[in-house]
């Protein structure tokens, strides 16, 4: 198991550094942060953080952009022709916006497709259930699958049962509500490890703290030394009557599914930029996914990173403003079903890594921001240590100091705290070699109640709040691009 994004999130993955406590579970406490504290920087760059803050007011390009991809491409799974529409439209948005070296970096991405499903409880009632085969997933036999359903509580529980009590069973995940880092492992490993068992089929509880009847997709990963076996979520409810009715007797599931795997498709990353004035060579990347699933809009998920950060570079651009080294937008292709995109970067950049000064990537809604984030992946897994500022070393003490002097700019918009823990799947293969991580930091209530479903539709994306995200990406932008020194990277693994 690599970090988290291994498991392709298409999404946020914000733990609190409390023990297990993880956002969006409940009682979750808040989130450590430190606040912003005045400093050389933000006397250096006060001027031009107030004009990029002011003119984020009104800017709304990212969001008109971000309507007409919600409302006339839509969902863009990799592989669909939306996903190439939308491509060769981000390519053309950041040309008209006067971004330089435009280019689509082409990437080979995986083809999943869907097709028809559905699934029922045939016994010892009937009732439609509302599901959603999992991303990867393979299909049913023609006619589908009818079995007995298993219900099962935990992986704890599943170890510890019998073969026998598993074997030619469909089995029904549902562990309550942990928070995404926690659920997510049923989603992602649960139908192997049910598969080898003996099971014929997954259904698992959807990541979700809400109960509304919605399925949530997302990728799985099949362990391929393990039979395949096919896999779909279903709603909070669908699982919680699952689960009473096997308390009561035996229960029969029917689950049909079509999904299968097509050939490779290309499709590419979008990138552009504005050119450094003194240090083009050295790169301060910030982006989101263009790729969503194939379900809703992909408003939050990604759409909103990506028109976000699309904002944060424009506006700086529309500014005159021109910093001592390059930004550079990118719109990753395929982080939801395969990361292909966010590994074809690493691959473009190749030995020059240490030219990369910064990564930033927008992969968690475009809620109301509390700050900016720091650090990668590891510090924000389940069981991870607390984070204790005093045991980093040095000169990843100093670049929390330097983010929070960075922070004290942002006060007008409320989003002046700098938190620990930040990344994402895109940028996860450059902060694994050292690149310093750092994503938008938002109080996070509603994602992961849309993530992944039909209902991730652009009417979940408050305007006022995104403007603020962009805001924020935009200044702490263009002052890692301009300011003497860097940050340091890798702090995760040196706070353990
Ligand atoms: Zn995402």
Redesign the pocket.
């Known amino acids: 198991m690599k970090g988290l994004a291994a498991f392709g999130?298409?999404?946020a993955l914000f733990f609190v550094q409390s023990g297990v406590a993880q956002m969006g579970a409940p009682d979750t406490p808040p989130p450590v942060s430190m606040q912003a504290v005045h400093g050389p920087l933000a006397a250096k760059y006060k001027a031009e953080a107030d004009r990029i803050l002011k003119a984020g007011e009104t800017d709304d390009d990212g969001y008109v952009a971000l309507t007409y991809l919600c409302d006339h491409i839509g969902k863009r799974l990799s592989g669909s022709p939306q996903l190439n529409t939308a491509v060769e439209w981000g390519a053309e948005l950041m040309r008209k916006a006067g971004l330089e070296n435009v280019t689509v970096q082409p990437v080979m991405v995986p083809h999943w497709v869907r097709g028809e499903e559905s699934g029922a409880i045939v016994a010892p009632v009937t009732k439609p259930l509302h599901m959603l085969g999992l991303g990867m997933s393979v299909g049913t036999p023609k006619g589908g699958i009818t079995a007995e359903a298993v219900f099962v509580p935990s992986f704890e529980a599943l170890d510890a049962m019998s073969t026998e009590q598993v074997k030619g069973k469909i089995v029904v995940f549902n562990p309550g509500w942990h928070g995404y880092g926690v659920n997510v492992m049923y989603r992602a490993i649960g139908p192997s490890k049910a598969a080898a068992k003996g099971a014929v089929g997954v259904l698992v509880r959807s990541a979700t703290g809400l109960a509304m009847q919605t399925p949530h997709t997302g990728s799985l990963y099949y362990d391929e030394k393990v039979t395949k076996i096919p896999a779909a979520a279903i709603s909070i409810e669908d699982a919680l009557m699952i689960e009473r009715l096997c308390k009561e007797g035996p229960v029969k599931v029917h689950l049909q599914m079509d999904a299968h795997m097509e050939a490779d498709v290309k499709a590419g990353n979008v990138m552009g930029e504005i050119v450094g004035s003194e240090h083009p060579e050295q790169v301060v990347v910030i982006g989101?996914?263009i790729d969503s699933w194939d379900v809703g809009q992909g408003a939050q998920?990604?759409g909103s990173?990506i028109m976000g950060t699309f904002q944060a570079v424009t506006l700086i651009h529309k500014l005159g403003l021109k910093p001592k080294r390059t930004i550079r937008l990118v719109f990753w292709v395929n982080?939801?079903n395969g990361e292909a995109g966010g590994k074809a970067y690493r691959k473009m950049i190749g030995p020059k890594i240490g030219e990369q000064v910064a990564a930033i990537e927008m992969?968690e809604g475009a809620e109301k921001p509390l700050g900016i984030g720091y650090g990668g992946f590891e510090s924000l897994m389940p069981g991870a240590p607390p984070f204790d500022l005093s045991k980093l070393p040095p000169d990843q003490q100093q670049s929390f100091a330097a983010l929070q002097d960075i922070a004290s700019l942002l006060g007008p918009i409320g989003a002046d705290r700098v938190l620990p823990g930040g990344g994402g799947s895109d940028i996860e293969p450059l902060t694994d070699d050292g690149v310093p991580a750092l994503a938008p930091r938002t109080e996070d209530l509603h994602y992961f109640d849309w993530h992944h479903t039909e209902a991730d539709t652009l009417d979940k994306v408050d305007p006022k709040e995104f403007r603020k995200n962009a805001a924020m990406l935009s200044v702490v932008a263009y002052v890692l691009a301009d300011m003497d020194g860097r940050l340091a990277g890798k702090v995760a693994a040196a706070a353990k």
Do not use: I, V
Request: hydrophobic share 20%; no cysteine.
């Open positions: 999130m298409g999404a989101g996914h998920d990604d990173g982080e939801e992969d």
